[in-house]
């Protein structure tokens, strides 16, 4: 079994940062990546980054590339999600979630999944 649980979430101006942190415990050592997915009212849930944590290689949604950075901490139990240059669009629950699997951008291939954090963009 993993944990995760976000933070960070809030409301900010449109153009504004937030920093988003997952924290994990459990079974990490058996996760091969972790991903942040989003999703707004009335809409699926979204890819936005994933991260895989061998290697620190990363995969970013065309949507958020350039704007969104997805980094770990130095133990294999922190995932971390850079939101700069935010629109009123971003506004969503954001997901962290562990993945057995790399690449892995669908949320089919997620076996753990976060409470959620919710970040509101006003324009």
């Known amino acids: 079994q993993v944990q995760l649980v976000e933070s960070g979430g809030g409301l900010v101006q449109a153009g504004g940062s937030l920093r988003l942190s997952c924290a994990a415990s459990g079974r990490t050592f058996s996760s091969a990546a972790m991903g942040w997915f989003r999703q707004a009212p009335g809409k699926e849930r979204e890819f936005v980054a994933a991260?895989?944590?061998?290697?620190?290689?990363?995969y970013v949604a065309d949507s958020v590339k350039g704007r969104f950075t997805i980094s770990r901490g130095n133990a294999k139990n922190t995932v971390y999600l850079q939101t700069n240059s935010l629109k009123a669009e971003d506004t969503a629950v954001y997901y962290c979630?562990?993945?057995?699997?790399?690449?892995?951008?669908?949320?089919?291939?997620?076996?753990?999944w976060g409470q959620g954090t919710q970040v509101t963009v006003s324009s």
């Open positions: 979630a562990a993945s057995n699997t790399w690449p892995a951008l669908d949320p089919l291939e997620y076996d753990y």
């Open positions: 991260l895989r944590w061998n290697s620190g290689s990363t």
